[in-house]
């Protein structure tokens, strides 16, 4: 099978900056850390502390990786920051706009900030 991605090799992916999330768990299989890469799906796994569960889902990517790499499987990279505007529309209710539109006049600021504000916390 042809590999889609003659130029990038293991090397290439694993320097990426993939997003791995750790997180602590306390479940029916007793206390652990739990990793996963969120571009990588079903990239996962797990350590008893925080570096050991780091250093198992790196090696769990290498493994991923080069299983896409051999077939000629599509490999998502990772999301870098100029791929976003700043900016999405949303519509709402007229109702809420007029809240928010009220709510922000009340406090000073324009209804951009306000919501802003409101999405922040």
């Known amino acids: 099978m042809a590999n889609n991605n003659q130029s990038k090799?293991?090397?290439?992916?694993?320097?990426?900056p993939y997003t791995i999330q750790i997180?602590?768990?306390n479940d029916e299989s007793g206390q652990?850390?739990?990793?996963?890469?969120?571009?990588?799906?079903?990239?996962?796994?797990?350590?008893?502390?925080?570096?050991?569960?780091?250093?198992s889902v790196r090696e769990a990517m290498e493994g991923h990786l080069s299983v896409k790499l051999e077939f000629g499987d599509p490999i998502p990279e990772p999301v870098g920051?100029?791929?976003?505007?700043g900016k999405f529309n949303i519509?709402?209710?007229?109702?809420?706009?007029?809240?928010?539109?009220?709510?922000?006049?009340a406090e000073n600021v324009s209804l951009n900030q306000y919501c802003l504000y409101k999405l922040s916390k």
């Open 23 to 25: 997180r602590f768990m």
């Open 81 to 85: 920051e100029d791929q976003f505007s």
């Open 91 to 105: 519509r709402v209710p007229k109702s809420l706009h007029r809240q928010l539109s009220e709510r922000a006049a």
């Open 9 to 16: 090799d293991l090397a290439y992916y694993m320097a990426l």
């Open 32 to 55: 652990y850390f739990y990793a996963s890469v969120a571009e990588l799906d079903g990239c996962q796994s797990s350590g008893q502390t925080y570096s050991e569960a780091y250093e």
